[in-house]
């Protein structure tokens, strides 16, 4: 059964763009949007365990030049 979350990630000014690019691209992000606030960008994501959700947040997002921080929120069918 696949699990979805939403994970609000901060960039360092004038990064934002290019993350979403970046992030729209693969399979498993059903949705990045930019947003205004303390964070910069929001992403939905959809994968087949929790345990996957965090290695997407440290393999895929927190490598990117640019990530500040993230906040995972799983969404709770």
């Known amino acids: 059964m696949a699990v979805q979350a939403y994970i609000l990630i901060q960039v360092q ?23 205004m606030g303390p964070f910069d960008i ?3 994501v959809e994968v087949e365990s929790n345990r ?3 290695e997407v947040v440290l393999k895929e997002i927190h490598s990117m030049n640019g990530v500040k921080r993230t906040l995972t929120c799983p969404v709770i069918p």
């Open 52 to 54: 996957e959700i965090g």
């Open 13 to 35: 000014a004038g990064k934002a763009q290019g993350i979403k690019k970046e992030l729209s691209q693969l399979p498993y992000f059903l949705r990045v949007d930019r947003i």
């Open 42 to 44: 929001i992403a939905l």
